[in-house]
């Protein structure tokens, strides 16, 4: 445990009780009693870092290794970079993927989840991280361990604990929804067969074992005395297991709930987001004693349905509809993540004609597309491919209409994600084996190439725009996450987004179309945030331009 100097917070009476009440329904009220007290004691011990406000304004994803300097820990490189390069992210949060020694799956197949793998550096190191961000959001890894895994190695050797893995002693069939792997489900090792959702290199944990569950929980403070100030739950839906079934189990959002009590113990100001798409009933992972944010898988295709093929009325209907549910501002948006985009394969938010042309569209671009088996029916999946290639036309990286869509993006009622090669706007990796397509947006730089890379003109003004985009909505009170949201389409190719209440709300237009168009807003005078214009009346919008609209005089426009 860290010895930082930081005061311990009091264990929290009812923490322990909703904790108690969650391990009771999983495990029974003996073993849930018996797991509270452990808890709590280990809780004790923690020396958390509580900050007080709001959530921060966006979250940068970056491997632990995305930048190499043979003399220091990449963790260590990075922080150097991040403070040299960049300036520091400013209130942003930095999600460090995986850091944990691991053995594949880039961080994912995790050997040991309380230590950072020596060739990455220390916990120090990640928690340096700190120092040029607002924070940072780590991964708890709990669906699954690498086949490495000591306590996986002891059940093969006939010691150790069996209940703690799903374990076979033949083959059977089990459907289990949609995959993101092809592989059986089911794997051989020996003498059993064990459940294997990621692949043969990854083996599940039984949830159903309260030591699991008692580990995972160890792990999560280990987490938020880090430094964590979201911490995301990888894989949940996959974490409980019952057949015939598939994910989704009630268990599950137990399961979120149990853990939102144990970071309660220690830091109340912690966030948890549950790693699925946002989705209501039993889909639905978030409230008052549950995660407090999810992802909106369906934001990537629908800014690239309105900012490459000019149909923004699929975005508009989505922005309305999600500012209108209950935890509809509560999730995260992205335009690109680690593994690509998440084309939503099961029930895409497009209807097939317009997704046929967007995805002809991205394909003339080069953008790689990776194929989901549904139904016996091979449906996109995935696009594998960085925002400069999915931006780019014959002539290049379209870098107006690349900004536009991150101006968009930044306003939606969501808080907003970057990938750290998109925060400069870097070309795909070359040489990608088509074994493997996510490795063409998962490059990881030497010091000195990546730093002659983002001096170049293109890469600096982007890197320049998107860290201005953070500053700027850290300092809007109108895209606060319970600020309203309404979307309309003033003209053909043109969104307008209208955020806030009172005295000063916030109208962001986009044009994401080849001619200047004339629209107006309900203001007497504006002023645009971004780039500094002001007038009256009707507003001319260049081709691929994005203003946000205040009222001009009001005072302090943030």
């Not at 995260?332 to 690509?340: I, K, N, W």
């Not at 996109?380 to 014959?394: G, V």
């Not at 003033?490 to 005295?503: I, S």
Request: glycine residues 10%; proline residues 8%.
């Amino acid at each position: 445990m860290s010895a930082s100097g930081h005061t311990a917070h009091p264990v929290r009476a009812p923490a322990r009780a909703r904790l108690g009440d969650a391990l009771g329904q999983l495990y029974g009220a003996e073993r849930a009693e018996a797991l509270v007290r452990e808890l709590a004691q280990a809780a004790e011990g923690v020396r958390a870092r509580p900050r007080p406000g709001h959530a921060r304004p966006a979250v940068i994803a970056v491997y632990p290794d995305h930048v190499l300097d043979g003399g220091m820990a990449p963790l260590a490189a990075l922080r150097r970079f991040l403070d040299e390069e960049v300036g520091g992210v400013g209130p942003a949060l930095l999600h460090v993927l995986p850091p944990y020694v691991s053995d594949g799956d880039d961080g994912f197949a995790v050997v040991d989840h309380r230590a950072v793998h020596p060739r990455l550096g220390t916990w120090e190191d990640l928690e340096r991280l700190s120092e040029v961000s607002g924070g940072l959001m780590l991964d708890l890894v709990m669906n699954h361990v690498s086949t490495s895994h000591p306590a996986f190695r002891d059940v093969l050797r006939g010691e150790g604990r069996p209940g703690d893995f799903h374990l076979f002693s033949e083959p059977r069939d089990i459907e289990w929804g949609t995959r993101v792997r092809t592989s059986s489900i089911l794997q051989r090792f020996g003498a059993v067969w064990a459940w294997c959702t990621y692949g043969r290199a990854q083996v599940d944990l039984n949830h159903g074992s309260p030591d699991v569950f008692l580990s995972m929980a160890g792990t999560l403070l280990r987490l938020v005395e880090a430094g964590a100030r979201v911490v995301r739950l990888d894989a949940i839906p996959h974490v409980w297991k019952r057949v015939p079934g598939g994910p989704h189990q009630p268990e599950a959002k137990l399961l979120v709930r149990a853990l939102r009590a144990v970071a309660d113990l220690v830091d109340p100001s912690v966030r948890l987001l549950a790693e699925t798409d946002h989705r209501t009933g039993e889909r639905c992972y978030l409230g008052e004693e549950l995660a407090q944010h999810d992802n909106h898988l369906a934001v990537p295709l629908l800014v690239f349905t309105a900012a490459l093929a000019g149909e923004g009325g699929p975005l508009v209907d989505w922005v309305n509809a999600s500012a209108a549910e209950a935890h509809g501002r509560d999730g995260y948006a992205f335009l690109q993540t680690h593994d690509g985009v998440h084309l939503r394969p099961m029930d895409p938010p497009l209807d097939a004609p317009t997704l046929r042309r967007v995805m002809a569209r991205l394909e003339r671009a080069g953008v790689r597309v990776s194929y989901a088996d549904v139904g016996g029916e091979p449906r996109p999946y995935e696009l594998n491919s960085s925002l400069h290639r999915i931006f780019s036309t014959e002539a290049g990286l379209d870098v107006e209409r690349y900004l536009a869509a991150h101006a968009l993006l930044f306003a939606l009622p969501a808080t907003p994600c970057l990938y750290f090669p998109t925060l400069f706007g870097l070309p795909d990796a070359v040489g990608v084996e088509p074994s493997n397509p996510r490795a063409a947006n998962r490059h990881r730089y030497s010091d000195g190439a990546l730093r002659a890379l983002v001096r170049q003109s293109v890469h600096a003004r982007i890197l320049k725009s998107l860290l201005g985009l953070i500053r700027l909505r850290d300092q809007t009170p109108a895209l606060r996450e319970d600020s309203g949201c309404e979307a309309r389409l003033p003209a053909p190719q043109v969104l307008h987004l209208a955020r806030g209440h009172g005295r000063q709300p916030l109208h962001v237009l986009v044009n994401f179309g080849v001619e200047p168009v004339s629209v107006p807003v309900p203001l007497r005078r504006w002023a645009d945030l971004l780039g500094g214009r002001q007038g009256q009346g009707d507003v001319l919008l260049a081709p691929s331009e994005a203003l946000w609209l205040v009222e001009a005089g009001s005072g302090d426009l943030t």
